[in-house]
């Protein structure tokens, strides 16, 4: 009888099929996270693509205000002939082959300085250009940065330099992501049109 029983049949009969039914969906769960979840090579191009973004602005808003502003002229003076093969290893080592053949580069050499061209940004972050400067106390360097901007309203980039010390100053957001207006305001002081 079951009034002797810890619990009535009924009772037990409910707890092993609740008991099964919840093994049943935890395994249901599993099954279909590895089925309809990524596959592996998804992922990794997923992990790629972060490392190529990181690899990308790593480059951009390190090592080249780092070289400009610490090499005692060194990146500036081998920028006259062009991208230096030891940058361009050192684009792809950092970032990929793709990425270092894809620079260009642009002298102005009546303002002493020079405008790296890169590959257009995919991603918010990633630089449009970059301009080293050479002034009376040492070296410049701004870049022209990819903002994002969901709506496609308003600004689209953000200006920045970095002065003497390493310091990344911002000079706010930009409505425009174009060379000649970006040229236009850091060396000859025309402010973009509003």
């Known amino acids: ?108 050499s009546e303002q002493d300085a020079y405008v790296i061209i890169f590959p257009e940004p995919d991603r918010a972050n990633e630089c449009y250009f970059s301009l080293l400067k050479k002034e009376a106390d040492g070296f410049r360097y701004y870049v022209l940065e990819k903002r994002m901007n969901p709506f496609h309203i308003g600004e689209s980039s953000n200006l920045y330099t970095w002065d003497k010390n390493g310091n990344q100053v911002n000079f706010g957001l930009r409505k425009y992501s174009d060379l000649k207006t970006f040229i236009d305001e850091v060396l000859y002081d025309k402010s973009p049109e509003a």
């Open 1 to 108: 009888m079951w009034y002797f029983d810890a619990s009535p049949p009924i009772l037990t009969d409910y707890m092993k099929n609740i008991r099964h039914a919840s093994i049943c969906l935890i395994t249901i769960a599993i099954l279909s996270a590895r089925v309809f979840g990524e596959s592996p090579s998804a992922q990794s191009e997923k992990n790629a693509a972060t490392d190529r973004h990181e690899g990308i602005c790593y480059f951009q808003h390190q090592i080249l205000p780092t070289r400009t502003l610490n090499s005692n002229g060194r990146l500036f003076s081998d920028l006259a002939t062009g991208i230096p093969a030891w940058l361009a290893k050192e684009a792809e080592r950092i970032v990929d082959e793709e990425f270092a053949k894809a620079l260009e580069l642009k002298a102005y």
